[in-house]
């Protein structure tokens, strides 16, 4: 089956622009989590969306926002860019996002974002 | 919230054994996961514990004792492939999956 996609798979921006990132999950699972990647701070949790209810959140400011949709895609949106926003963004699919086997993140490949 | 701790870097031999210890703390406790990241990759899947005790998977085998907040992952016959990321992560009553900074893993010939 196929994995979790991710585009676009790379993005340039600028200062003071806004991106939106999109994520579509396994079929069939229905929790997506988003996360950010950087060399300093390793892998950073922004939210988790079950059933288009953002179910829990991260500690990242309100410029950074997220929805997800009754197919249970994601997309997550960054408003006024900043520099210390490059990095990769990574979004994992899981079946229902409790801890029993079975319910492991899947990650897709990343959209890597360079803020100019 | 969550707190979880595991060491930067460790360095060992082809065909050796390499431990990698995670303590963690968290409210709502539902699951350990470790993930294997190699370079510009995605992080994937290696192993999930949720009661005390080891769970074997061919090379791999991961631990957990949930009363001292300790999980860790054995990495037995190293092989130069091995090199890579190896994070820890642990699952609140929530959902939520949090992973630590992650341990690079440096095989040598």
């Known amino acids: 089956k196929a994995g979790v996609t991710q585009t676009p798979r790379y993005l340039i921006k600028t200062r003071g622009q806004q991106v939106t990132l999109s994520c579509s999950p396994i079929s069939g699972h229905r929790s997506v989590s988003w996360y950010q990647q950087t060399p300093g701070q390793g892998l950073q949790f922004l939210f988790e969306y079950f059933s288009e209810t953002q179910r829990n959140k991260g500690n990242f400011p309100g410029r950074f926002s997220g929805r997800q949709f009754s197919n249970s895609r994601s997309e997550m949106n960054v408003s006024t860019l900043e520099l210390g926003d490059s990095a990769l963004y990574l979004c994992a699919s899981s079946l229902s996002g409790t801890g029993a086997p079975g319910t492991e993140a899947f990650f897709g490949q990343g959209t890597r974002l360079t803020v100019v | 919230g969550q707190n979880i701790d595991q060491p930067t870097e460790m360095t060992a031999t082809e065909g050796a054994i390499v431990q990698i210890n995670c303590t963690y703390q968290?409210?709502?406790?539902?699951?350990l996961f470790w993930y294997q990241q190699h370079a510009g990759e995605a992080p994937t899947f290696l192993s999930y514990n949720v009661l005390d005790g080891l769970e074997e998977k061919g090379r791999f085998s991961s631990f957990l004792s949930r009363s001292k907040g300790y999980s860790y992952l054995l990495l037995k016959e190293l092989q130069m492939k091995d090199s890579a990321s190896y994070l820890c992560?642990?699952?609140?009553?929530?959902?939520?999956?949090?992973f630590g900074a992650g341990t690079q893993v440096v095989v040598t010939p």
């Open positions: 992560a642990v699952k609140n009553s929530w959902g939520k999956l949090q």
């Open positions: 968290t409210s709502g406790f539902n699951g």
